[in-house]
Nanobody, 129 residues
Framework: EVQVVESGGGLVQAGGSLRLSCEAS????????IGWFRQAPGKEREGLSC????????YYTDSVKGRFTVSSDYATNTVHLQMDSLAPEDTAEYYC??????????????????????WGQGTQVTVSS
C-alpha cells in the first residue's frame, strides 16, 4: 500500500523559513516523481517543486525559484521542501504527491498525473505579515 505523509507546516512570520517533509512508502517503481503542491482558499492547486527518484532531477515553478529547495533523503524515502523568504501569499495548504508512472517531471509538477498518483493529507502553512 502506497502511503504519502507530510509534516512540518505551521505559522511563520514574513521573511521566515519552514521545512516540509514528505515520507513516501510502498511505491511500486524505483523511478517515480514526487513533489509539492499547494492550494490557497479560492485558488487552483499549484505545483511548486518536484524531484525524480530515478536521477534526482528537479523542477521548480517560477514563483518559488530561488526561495524553495527540494531535496531527497533516499535512505529514509523522505523528500524535503526548504522554504525561505516566505511571504503572506505563500499561505496555503501544502500537499505532497507521488506518481510511480509519471510521463515527465515537468508535466507532473504542472498538474498532469496518472491514475496511480497518491496524495498526502496536506499540511497548513500560514505566513503572517
Amino acid at each position: 500500500e502506497v502511503q504519502v505523509v507530510e509534516s512540518g507546516g505551521g505559522l511563520v512570520q514574513a521573511g521566515g523559513s519552514l521545512r516540509l517533509s514528505c515520507e513516501a512508502s510502498g511505491i511500486p517503481t524505483d523511478d517515480y516523481a514526487i513533489g509539492w503542491f499547494r492550494q490557497a482558499p479560492g485558488k487552483e492547486r499549484e505545483g511548486l517543486s518536484c524531484i525524480s527518484s530515478g536521477d534526482g532531477s528537479t523542477y521548480y515553478t517560477d514563483s518559488v525559484k530561488g526561495r524553495f529547495t527540494v531535496s531527497s533523503d533516499y535512505a529514509t524515502n523522505t523528500v524535503h521542501l526548504q522554504m525561505d523568504s516566505l511571504a503572506p501569499e505563500d499561505t496555503a495548504e501544502y500537499y505532497c504527491a507521488a506518481d510511480p508512472y509519471y510521463a515527465t517531471l515537468s508535466s507532473f509538477c504542472s498538474g498532469t498525473y496518472t491514475s496511480a498518483v497518491h496524495w498526502g493529507q496536506g499540511t497548513q502553512v500560514t505566513v503572517s505579515s
